[in-house]
């Protein structure tokens, strides 16, 4: 439980300070000189460096651990934002937004990888995955906002230099904090309760996972890749960076919202995931063909479908992996979501004019959901039954 705390910590600092950007980068492009195009462009090679991060850790994480990737994601991601700082062209912020993607790579598997492994028992191992979208869900309420509130008051080059200096400052804290390898995860494992036999039978072995669910954070990091680019570009990006942030914000509390109702951890994480994704496809249509309905109260409840969605995502790979080779399934999970999170902002940047991205999204969305197994093994199925999984 220890490890988990300072694990919470840091993480609220990094997603803080990451989160900041979402509402500034836009506007700071566009006053380097950048096209709605280029910035499209912009936001997904970010995406697309994560590929050769990802494969990278995989395997380093599950041979190494987490705590040095943790480090290493923080520390570099902080230092090229002093860098960004300095920039003065659009093609500079490119290099930099690439560099950055390959760095941050790291990060979500390896966290994600330490929280699963800090317990064998499935109930903490939805109560961790929980408390991580609690933690990351907070952070992101206010530092949209703060981020542009940041900028108002000290300009784009101060406000990266601070967010870098906070990146840095996460990164000793995570140095400081977290285990140096497995064997410290394994000392805090030994007073919990002994897993289930039948769970623990299946955990001596990895166990493939069905490409089929992978589609499914790809289809949704590129529908929330198309939201990132559409939210800052409706008032121009100039004077509407304040009520972006308070926008993104309304998504993470419409995140917390759900997060809090911690009854859903009852039911099957699949049966989760598909309700979740059902709901955001819905907002992305209602956005795309009933513009006349506040476009605040829709993000409320996209950012509800976000809390049902990732601790269900989380919870589902884990049982479905048998609770190995964390690191890879996890990499894996995030090369899908790289691979969304760069077809995104560039489709909509190509087809903004002629065609709604909001509308691409519904429909990758439906697309995602249907490629979803439904007729599993019995193994699969069995897992996906909360009595299962949820003790």
């Known amino acids: 439980m220890k490890t988990a705390i300072w694990l919470y910590l840091f993480l609220f600092l990094a997603v803080f300070d990451l989160h900041a950007q979402y509402p500034i980068l836009t506007p700071f492009a566009i006053s380097l000189g950048a096209a709605p195009t280029f910035i499209g462009w912009m936001m997904g ?81 939805g109560k961790y995955m929980s408390g991580h979208g609690v933690v990351h869900t907070l952070a992101s309420v206010v530092s949209p906002a703060a981020g542009a509130l940041i900028v108002g008051a000290l300009g784009f080059s101060a406000t990266f230099a601070s967010l870098g200096y906070l990146l840095i400052l996460s990164g000793v804290i995570a140095w400081l904090s977290m285990p140096k390898g497995l064997a410290e995860v394994q000392h805090e494992k030994v007073t919990e309760p002994a897993m289930p036999s039948n769970l623990a039978g299946e955990k001596r072995k990895f166990l493939p996972v069905s490409w089929r669910y992978f589609a499914l954070p790809l289809v949704i990091a590129c529908a929330q890749g198309i939201l990132f680019f559409e939210l800052p570009l409706r008032g121009g990006g100039h004077s509407s960076m304040m009520s972006t942030g308070l926008l993104f914000s309304i998504i993470s509390v419409g995140a917390l919202f759900t997060l809090s109702m911690l009854f859903l951890n009852r039911y099957s994480p699949k049966l989760r995931l598909i309700a979740g994704v059902l709901l955001m496809s819905l907002c992305f249509f209602v956005m795309a063909a009933i513009p006349q309905i506040p476009l605040s109260s829709v993000l409320f409840v996209l950012g509800m479908s976000k809390g049902i969605i990732f601790p269900a995502m989380a919870t589902l790979f884990i049982h479905l992996s048998g609770g190995n080779k964390l690191g890879r399934i996890f990499s894996l999970q995030s090369i899908a979501t790289s691979i969304g999170s760069f077809i995104g902002p560039i489709t909509a940047g190509q087809l903004r004019v002629g065609l709604s991205p909001y509308f691409i999204a519904f429909v990758l969305l439906m697309i995602g959901i249907m490629l979803l197994p439904y007729f599993t093994a019995r193994r699969e199925a069995s897992l996906s039954d909360p009595k299962s999984i949820l003790g």
């Open 45 to 125: 090679i970010y995406s697309l460096t994560h590929l050769p991060g990802n494969l990278i850790a995989g395997t380093q994480i599950d041979k190494h651990g987490s705590r040095r990737y943790i480090v290493f994601s923080l520390l570099g991601a902080g230092i090229i934002l002093l860098i960004q700082a300095q920039i003065h062209t659009p093609w500079q912020l490119l290099a930099l937004r690439s560099v950055s993607g390959f760095v941050l790579a790291f990060l979500s598997p390896a966290c994600l990888a330490l929280l699963a492994q800090l317990s064998n028992d499935p109930i903490k191992q």
